[in-house]
């Protein structure tokens, strides 16, 4: 079954850290770019960062460039997005997604399959 399972999503105070994961199975994980993307309450769903797993180019968007890194394990099939110096504004639903193409600043058309998405919860 092709999929994608994202995890690590809980309530945390500002400042502090949390790592999502997303898990692939049922596609050739090196073949794909994997993104991160959010969705706030009475927003538009929007790119936090995306991996290439081809060849490894990563990007962030501006509101988490310096807090956020983005990481990728071939042998676990794996993604992970580590999050420090976390904000109330962080506060959304989390997704993973999956592109079979690379694109600057994650297009969000690219990507094909996407998870069920995780809860970040940030507390001022």
């Known amino acids: 079954e092709v999929q994608l399972v994202e995890s690590g999503g809980g309530l945390v105070q500002a400042g502090g850290f949390l790592r999502l994961s997303c898990a692939a199975s049922g596609f050739i994980f090196g073949d794909y770019t994997i993104g991160w993307f959010r969705k706030a309450p009475g927003k538009e769903r929007e790119a936090v960062s995306c991996i290439s797993n081809v060849d490894g180019r990563t990007d962030f968007s501006d509101s988490v460039k310096g807090r956020f890194t983005i990481s990728s394990d071939s042998a676990k099939n794996t993604v992970y997005l580590r999050m420090n110096s976390l904000k109330p504004e962080d506060t959304a639903v989390y997704y993973c997604?999956?592109?079979?193409?690379?694109?600057?600043?994650?297009?969000?058309?690219?990507?094909?399959?996407w998870g069920q998405g995780t809860q970040v919860t940030v507390s001022s």
């Open positions: 997604a999956a592109a079979a193409v690379w694109g600057r600043r994650c297009p969000i058309n690219d990507y094909e399959l």
